[in-house]
């Protein structure tokens, strides 16, 4: 089944205890990227990745940082987290072909983080 | 300034009636996709469908249909017959040929409620 996988669903954690969240796919999609969603601000795009070893900042990149040493891998580090990025986060990827019929982004199915 | 205005925050509908979503979005660009996610209570993020920019042609599927109106930007989704089970929150998103980081430009959503 094609699918996005996040790591760890939910995790409640303190203030200044690094953390990573991983993501993976499974199709082969060359685009990979991770949002934030919080009430009254809607979905926001952190960092994103258009290929192996190819990052780049969204919209809200402070706080975060990413790798892609694998294609399939994307993992979201939080090298020394705050209660402000108590937050849901979604990891998306897409393929970079928008002649697919399907194209479209697929997502995880979240992570929920509480940074006390 | 905000791309993507839903506005409708919430809906509240009896089973079997026909509901609209509405989606109006803002671009320069003349090339764009646009597409709708669904969020159900368990909080993941479905995708639904994708429209470019140069395709005028309306959808349907099974109960779900799209009307995308290039001189109103408005890409409005109906529920023909809705059921419990579409009870959730739906999300349109722009995506424009110009961001270099293919951003999801999210609107914040309409919460659908559907009572039996």
């Known amino acids: 089944e094609a699918q996005v996988t996040q790591n760890p669903r939910y995790l409640i954690t303190v203030t200044g205890k690094k953390l990573t969240v991983t993501c993976s796919q499974n199709?082969?999609?060359?685009?990979m990227s991770w949002y934030r969603q919080d009430p009254g601000l809607g979905l926001r795009q952190i960092y994103y990745s258009m290929n192996v070893e190819v990052t780049d900042k969204g919209d809200v990149p402070e706080g975060y940082k990413v790798s892609r040493k694998e294609k399939r891998n994307f993992p979201l580090i939080l090298e020394s987290p705050s209660p402000n990025q108590t937050s849901l986060y979604f990891c998306a990827s897409s393929s970079l072909d928008i002649s697919l019929t399907n194209y479209g982004y697929t997502f995880g199915s979240g992570t929920r983080l509480t940074i006390v | 300034a905000q791309k993507v205005t839903q506005a409708q925050t919430e809906i509240s509908v009896v089973e079997k009636e026909d509901v609209t979503l509405d989606c109006v979005y803002e671009?320069?660009?003349?090339?764009?996709?646009l597409f709708w996610y669904k969020q159900p209570p368990s909080g993941e993020l479905v995708f639904l469908i994708r429209?470019?920019?140069?395709?005028?042609q309306n959808e349907i599927s099974g109960r779900y249909s799209w009307n995308f109106q290039k001189s109103t930007s408005s890409f409005n989704f109906t529920i023909t017959a809705s059921q419990v089970v579409d009870s959730a929150v739906y999300f349109c998103a722009l995506s424009e040929d110009s961001n270099s980081g293919y951003a999801l430009n999210f609107g914040k959503g309409t919460s659908l409620l559907v009572t039996p």
């Open positions: 671009t320069r660009d003349t090339t764009y996709y």
């Open positions: 429209r470019n920019s140069f395709d005028e």
């Open positions: 199709m082969n999609h060359e685009y």
